[in-house]
């Protein structure tokens, strides 16, 4: 069986976090992070941790040397799919690969984690048109390079369940789980129809996990399950828990804080939590 944590938004260096579904407080990630290594060991250990991107909240030297400083203290090894604020200079993905290559496999932003149980391929969507530097538009989109490679990648082991990481969402969050009107936090259409495209061709690809939303979401469309993670520096520091066999993929949401704190958290968003079945997943593989 194949264990892992997936979390996201860490947003280091952040003074203070500019986006918040609830109380950010990225200047205690390293005690957050202490918690997160005693519950791995009470749940018997995981095989690697998946950060979802924005574990800083600005391309530097110096939040990149602190991330990777943080994280090391983990002991489980950390793979990052870089998020929009991971890229803020236009030299950002050179940064990253000369500060903390201990983030990426094969020494590329794109990249697969293979286990004897599932494949998970991690590929960091791109939202202006230089690829790998964000500015200020929000064009989720993957590069034709990106979907070649990834189409190559989904080919090879179809007999396991193959997992998509993408920083950007590919679904809103659902009327039925916010009361709102309309979806929130949506990505553009053609993002969205890009992912349905590979998903529609490749039926090993099962599980499409995003950040960037900073809340909680799990919608199924034929067959695959998309889900998303809130903040794990808001309030109440919550990871996923995924577990994988030859027979089944779960997904659990772990909570290191609380919700109860008296000014700690906004009720009015806590559909950033999700409904229960928002929160898990039980599957059966065939
Ligand atoms: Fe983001």
């Known amino acids: 069986m194949t264990r892992f944590v997936f979390l996201a938004d860490t947003h280091v260096g952040a003074r203070p976090m500019g986006y918040q579904q609830q109380p950010g407080h990225?200047?205690?990630?390293?005690?957050?992070?202490?918690?997160l290594r005693e519950r791995i060991a009470a749940e018997g250990g995981a095989d690697f941790v998946l950060h979802g991107g924005d574990l800083t909240d600005a391309a530097t030297e110096e939040n990149i040397g602190a991330a990777a400083a943080a994280f090391a203290a983990l002991g489980v090894p950390v793979r990052l799919c870089l998020g929009n604020h991971d890229l803020t200079a236009p030299d950002a993905a050179e940064l990253w690969r000369k500060n903390a290559p201990e983030f990426f496999a094969g020494g590329r932003p794109e990249y697969t984690i293979l286990t004897p149980d599932i494949a998970v391929h991690v590929a960091p969507n791109h939202w202006c048109e230089q690829p790998y530097f964000w500015k200020d538009r929000q064009r989720e989109h993957f590069s034709e390079d990106q979907l070649a490679w990834l189409r190559s990648e989904?080919?090879?082991?179809?007999d396991l369940p193959h997992t998509l990481v993408a920083h950007s969402p590919v679904f809103g969050l659902p009327p039925e789980q916010t009361g709102l009107d309309a979806?929130?936090?949506?990505p553009g259409v053609e993002f969205a129809e890009t992912v349905f495209a590979l998903a529609d061709e490749f039926p090993q690809?099962?599980?499409?996990?995003?950040?960037?939303n900073h809340m909680n979401s799990r919608v199924e469309r034929r067959g695959v399950q998309y889900v998303t993670v809130s903040s794990f520096v808001e309030?109440?520091?919550?990871?996923?828990?995924i577990e994988v066999s030859s027979a089944r993929l779960a997904m659990?949401?772990?909570?290191?804080g609380t919700t109860e704190s008296p000014g700690e958290y906004r009720p009015d968003h806590a559909y950033a939590q999700g409904r229960?079945?928002?929160?898990?997943?039980?599957?059966r593989l065939p």
Do not use: I, S, Y
């Not at 659990?252 to 290191?256: F, K, S, V």
């Not at 229960?276 to 599957?283: G, I, K, N, P, V």
């Open 26 to 35: 990225p200047a205690r990630l390293p005690e957050l992070l202490n918690a």
């Open 154 to 158: 989904l080919r090879r082991r179809p």
């Open 183 to 186: 979806p929130l936090h949506a």
């Open 205 to 212: 690809l099962r599980l499409v996990l995003g950040a960037h």
């Open 235 to 241: 309030t109440p520091f919550e990871v996923k828990w």
């Open 252 to 256: 659990r949401t772990l909570r290191l």
């Open 276 to 283: 229960d079945q928002d929160r898990a997943l039980e599957t």
